[in-house]
């Protein structure tokens, strides 16, 4: 017999089926038992009764599987195969999509038992453990439907960036995560043995994704692991996470590398918003906004003035702390009623050394970020793409040419000017559910403390 899945059951009534799922809640009501199945598309009410009605006739059976239901765990695996019934009115359950429905078994197999839970799955009324224990259990933390909600949008997220980059042209590239050199800069690297050598992992696929204009592929799209060795232990950091970037050929300036990301962030959070914006508001209380645009963007300097107007302590190096990025964040929403704000106009002394400089004042770069609701999600810039001024940029930055000589390579044989940004998936679905903390967006999440499960 074919499996059916519980969300599919209510097209099947009057017929026989087998579900497979989780014992999530056994209740006794008398004799019959009632069991709410979990499985990944949602709960199904199966009723478990002492005897069942003959095929042929009025009189009534014993249900073989009675003894067996009775020693039922929460957590167990079972198969049931029964009869789909209609649940007589008044006992319909409006709060699941098969509430109309439950099974009546008739056969019951157990696939997996399970042992008393280190943290309980579904528990009503009970705190949750801490974050460190649920991490410690996370397959058991993620069987919550809550949980596994993350992840679906994180599919269709996904996918839907690829689909548009797609459609507009893009060509989609892997490069490789190991490197003989650093990808960005010498810190925050994890070196690895690599033969008789060392090798580093990638801090982001940057350099390749510029390779890819010089090589004439125009417009690109990477999704990929990004490596850091950084030392933190905020709320918006890991070691490992993944990256989504792009760079685009023949640009004028960043503005149209910002325009590029604005249309893909709308077409893709119309996608979810239509998709589980139910769903998201009934989970976490998140209502999905589809952002205007052009989204607000302030330089930098429009924004430290800003800051320094309420009097938010302004370290005003060129770069914003978490506290300026929320200030920031709350000041354009009020003003602008936008969760999104670019700036723009970096210093140089916070850029990388392959950032272009602003014709009308060289110390400023033509880069941005994007913070949506007080986290940074994105970076991006247009790049140097002419040899001479890259060579001296790099020089100027104290780098060693020896170590960057493959990369500046690329710009010596005719290469476009470009530009691109790198997104962090897991910051813009910390936005998209309102999470504050990377670790439960993260499947399997890796800080300075932790490589396990
Ligand atoms: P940047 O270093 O800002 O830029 O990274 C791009 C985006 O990646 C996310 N991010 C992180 N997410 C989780 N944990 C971390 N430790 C972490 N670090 C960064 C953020 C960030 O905006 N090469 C440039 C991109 C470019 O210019 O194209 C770069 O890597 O969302």
């Given at each position: ?22 014992v999530?809640t056994i209740r006794a009501h008398g004799k019959i038992l009632f069991i709410d199945l ?7 009410q199966a009723v478990i009764t002492p005897s069942i009605p003959n095929?042929?006739?009025i009189r009534k059976r014993k249900n073989s599987c009675y003894k067996l239901a009775q020693k039922l765990k929460p957590?167990w695996?079972v198969?049931f195969e029964g009869i789909?019934k209609?649940r007589p009115?008044?006992m ?10 439950e099974l009546a078994v008739e056969n019951l197999?157990v ?343």
């Open positions: 017999m074919q499996r059916i899945v519980n969300a599919k059951t209510v097209k099947y009534s009057g017929q026989r089926i087998m579900v497979c799922g989780w999530q979990r499985d990944q598309t949602g709960i199904l095929p042929e006739g957590e695996v198969k789909i209609q009115i008044g319909q359950n409006p709060c699941i999509e098969t509430g109309g429905v197999k696939l997996s038992k399970a042992k008393i839970l280190p943290i309980p799955v579904f528990e009503i009324g009970k705190k949750e453990p801490t974050l460190e224990k649920r991490m410690n259990w996370r397959w058991l933390d993620l069987r919550k439907p809550e949980k596994q909600l993350i992840f679906r949008v994180w599919t269709v997220m996904e996918q839907t960036f690829g689909e548009y980059w797609i459609s507009h042209g893009y060509i989609q590239i892997h490069s490789p995560k190991l490197m003989s050199v650093p990808s960005e800069s010498g810190a925050e690297v994890f070196e690895v043995k690599y033969f008789d050598r060392k090798a580093y992992l990638s801090q982001s696929p940057q350099f390749y994704k510029q390779m890819a204009m010089a090589a004439g592929f125009e417009k690109v799209f990477e999704i990929g692991p990004v490596f850091r060795a950084e030392p933190s232990f905020t709320s918006r950091h890991a070691t490992e996470f993944a990256g989504y970037d792009v760079e685009i050929s023949f640009i004028e300036s960043h503005q149209d590398v910002i325009q590029a990301e604005e249309e893909a962030l709308v077409y893709v959070l119309t996608k979810i918003k239509q998709e589980f914006g139910k769903d998201i508001e009934k989970f976490y209380g998140r209502k999905i906004v589809i952002p205007k645009i052009p989204f607000p963007q302030l330089t930098m300097k429009e924004a430290k003035e800003i800051l320094s107007k309420l009097k938010v302590k302004n370290k005003n190096n060129g770069d914003l702390s978490p506290e300026e990025e929320k200030k920031l964040s709350e000041f354009v929403r009020k003003r602008e009623g936008h969760e999104f704000v670019f700036v723009t106009e970096y210093p140089i002394e916070v850029r990388p050394f392959y950032h272009m400089r602003l014709e009308t004042n060289p110390k400023l770069t033509k880069s941005f970020d994007l913070l949506w609701n007080d986290l940074e999600i994105t970076t991006g810039a247009q790049r140097e793409h002419r040899y001479e001024i890259l060579v001296r940029q790099a020089k100027e930055k104290g780098l060693k040419l020896e170590s960057i000589k493959y990369y500046l390579n690329f710009f010596k044989y005719g290469c476009p000017p470009h530009g691109g940004f790198g997104l962090g998936p897991e910051r813009m679905l910390m936005k998209i559910f309102n999470i504050r903390n990377i670790r439960e967006i993260t499947y399997l999440y890796r800080g300075v403390k932790r490589l396990r499960p």
